[in-house]
């Protein structure tokens, strides 16, 4: 008996489609079915001409934080490109902003202050990772970042 990987169904061995789910025993079709793409990239819904002509400005918000989403925001106000890159940087700034009140409400403790280094030592490698597929001209969420649900 041949058991369907997508819906754990039991079928016959040489049947080539299950007749739950219709999941494909093709070799091309199967491979098709499990190619996924990455969810957390925003990269083909912008315009190639708009990631081109904004890559620059993007880049600003990681490299000078709060003043650079100003300027993101003045200098491209019309490209959905930037906006996304603006969101994502908001985001990184609302997590810094976050850690520093709890730290200087726990400074008293030992672990607080360290944690607080260490995961700002985390945001700026994220930040570095960030700016680089700007540099490559994609628009992908950051790791952890992507799992704050506010400013979508």
């Not at 098709?32 to 990269?43: E, L, N, R, V, W």
């Not at 009140?101 to 607080?112: E, F, G, R, S, Y």
Request: aromatic letters at 10%; hydrophobic letters at 50%.
């Amino acid at each position: 008996m041949k058991i369907c990987p997508n819906c754990n169904n039991q079928l016959e061995d040489n049947a080539a489609f299950c007749n739950n789910c219709g999941f494909s025993f093709n070799a091309k079709q199967q491979s098709a079915q499990f190619t996924a793409s990455d969810p957390f990239d925003h990269t083909a819904e912008f315009d190639p001409k708009d990631i081109s002509e904004n890559k620059v400005i993007s880049m600003l918000v990681y490299l000078l934080g709060p003043i650079g989403i100003i300027i993101a925001l003045l200098a491209s106000s019309t490209s959905a490109y930037a906006a996304f890159h603006v969101r994502q940087a908001l985001k990184f700034t609302v997590v810094e902003i976050l850690v520093a009140i709890c730290t200087a409400l726990l400074c008293w403790t030992c672990i607080v202050p360290v944690a607080a280094g260490i995961l700002y030592i985390v945001l700026f490698v994220l930040k570095i990772v960030s700016f680089f597929q700007i540099c490559k001209g994609q628009a992908k969420e950051p790791a952890l970042i992507r799992d704050l649900k506010f400013l979508k």
